[in-house]
């Protein structure tokens, strides 16, 4: 399972930081992710990490969100900053994992986590 925390309320130009943790009988992950969904809006992808290291913002947060992961840990961060208000969402991730006596890869998502900026 995943288990999203680090969310809360924030001003305008304030940072948070996210994170993630991935639990079970875990053989690998491939990818995690960060995805956003505010209110009335479909969910959106902010942001990629891969197995290999690699990384993919969108642009409505390149520059400002950082997304990182731990591996040994099994845990993917969001260091957000500079935060406006229109970042306010819930905040959720998302990872691709393969579990011990498994051939193939499973898709989970966390319960999201409330990012509210406002003054």
């Known amino acids: 399972q995943l288990q999203a925390s680090g969310g809360g309320l924030v001003q305008p130009g304030g940072s948070l930081r996210l994170s993630c943790t991935a639990s079970g009988s875990i053989l690998s992950i491939a990818t995690m992710s960060w995805y956003r969904q505010a209110p009335g809006k479909q969910r959106e992808l902010v942001a990629t990490?891969?197995?290999?290291?690699?990384?993919n913002h969108a642009d409505a947060i390149r520059g400002r969100f950082t997304i990182s992961r731990d591996t040994a840990k099994n845990t993917v961060y969001l260091q957000m900053n500079s935060l406006k208000p229109e970042d306010t969402a819930v905040y959720y991730c998302?990872?691709?994992?393969?579990?011990?006596?498994?051939?193939?890869?499973?898709?989970?998502w966390g319960g999201g986590t409330l990012v509210t900026v406002s003054s």
């Open positions: 998302y990872a691709r994992i393969q579990a011990y006596g498994r051939d193939y890869v499973m898709n989970y």
């Open positions: 990490t891969t197995s290999g290291g690699s990384t």
